[in-house]
């Protein structure tokens, strides 16, 4: 089972997605760049619900403000999309570490109703302020353009969301790895546990929002240039929802099921396009599939059938050198008494 490994399975999967899409139409090519920005929302949300353990609600709003703020500065400043799209990203990180001020003294439905409400008025604000935003009728963003390479735009901004995607999920891997990914599953199983352990709650939830909130602001971002255009019926409830069930299906507090699920999701929902009736059904069955029977995901399950698909807790910074042998033990002591 070596070949089927999680580190050689992910490798075959990156090949692929840098091979094959020059080769593919514009629509193939879509769908592809869909489903590096959805891999971007679920790993966000995945840090901040499966690590975590905080259940928010806003991760749709953090996805529409990265949007709205990467497509507003070049409508109404002037600015460029490669100035813009950074800093659309941090305005969502900050509202995301102002989200995170409630979470100290709320969790569980409380937190989820009150992110919820801030998540709704966000819809509401993209929605009514027309002086800034549009209305609901939206706006439309310039052109994205790659000059002077020469490559053209849905081509460009596929690689230019690859590459964020495995930069950003390799980001994510190291963080869970480390001591702050250990603070954040502290805080998953207990708050008051963790704090009596000396983990600074305020500190590391107002880390996982923001960081959450991020990585929910580039995919807007790219989501924003891959339409041309941004709308408030982008970033509703069903989003959110949407988001859920990938890291719902992938697998909870697993940065891999985060790609797994966003792949699927989004895969099965385009496949199901034409039929939309069907669509609501089978994505309504899978989630009560995975919710019943799957609790851990498709992850949960290649962990069970299948070996070198976990993922360590921590950083192996150094090589542990082989025991020395009984003998050599020895020695050592004798010399040491005779010295």
Do not use: C
């Not at 609600?57 to 529409?64: D, L, P, S």
């Not at 305005?91 to 989200?99: S, T």
């Not at 081509?155 to 001591?179: D, E, H, K």
């Not at 602001?217 to 509703?236: C, K, R, Y």
């Amino acid at each position: 089972m070596a070949p089927f490994r999680r580190r050689n399975v992910l490798l075959v999967l990156l090949a692929i997605a840098i091979i094959v899409p020059p080769f593919a139409n514009y629509y193939y090519l879509f769908v592809a760049n869909l489903v590096a920005i959805y891999v971007l929302l679920a790993i966000g949300l995945n840090i901040l619900v499966g690590y975590t353990g905080q259940l928010a609600f806003a991760n749709a709003a953090m996805f529409g403000i990265g949007a709205y703020a990467t497509g507003l500065l070049q409508v109404r400043l002037g600015w460029s999309f490669w100035l813009a799209f950074p800093v659309g990203g941090v305005i969502a990180a900050a509202v995301g570490l102002a989200i995170s001020l409630p979470a100290l003294r709320l969790k569980g439905l409380y937190l989820a109703l009150s992110t919820l409400a801030f998540a709704q008025a966000t819809q509401w604000v993209f929605l009514h302020w027309d002086a800034v935003t549009f209305g609901a009728g939206g706006f439309k963003t310039p052109p994205l353009s790659f000059d002077p390479l020469p490559i053209s735009k849905p081509l460009g901004l596929y690689y230019l969301s690859l590459l964020l995607a495995v930069v950003l999920f390799l980001f994510a891997q190291n963080l869970v790895a480390s001591r702050v990914g250990r603070a954040f599953i502290a805080l998953r199983d207990s708050d008051f546990a963790a704090e009596s352990l000396g983990v600074d709650l305020l500190r590391y939830k107002a880390l996982a929002f923001g960081v959450s909130g991020f990585y929910a602001g580039i995919a807007g971002g790219l989501n924003s240039a891959l339409l041309n255009f941004v709308a408030p019926e982008g970033f509703d409830l069903f989003q959110m929802v949407l988001q859920k069930a990938m890291i719902v299906v992938g697998g909870l507090g697993s940065i891999v099921g985060s790609l797994l699920g966003a792949g699927i999701i989004v895969i099965l929902l385009e496949v199901l396009r034409e039929v939309k009736g069907l669509q609501e059904i089978v994505f309504g069955a899978l989630l009560v599939i995975f919710v019943l029977f799957m609790r851990g995901g498709l992850v949960g399950l290649l962990k069970r059938k299948v070996r070198g698909w976990e993922e360590p807790l921590r950083l192996v910074s150094r090589r542990v050198r082989p025991k020395q042998s009984e003998t050599s033990q020895t020695a050592a002591r004798t010399e040491k008494a005779d010295s």
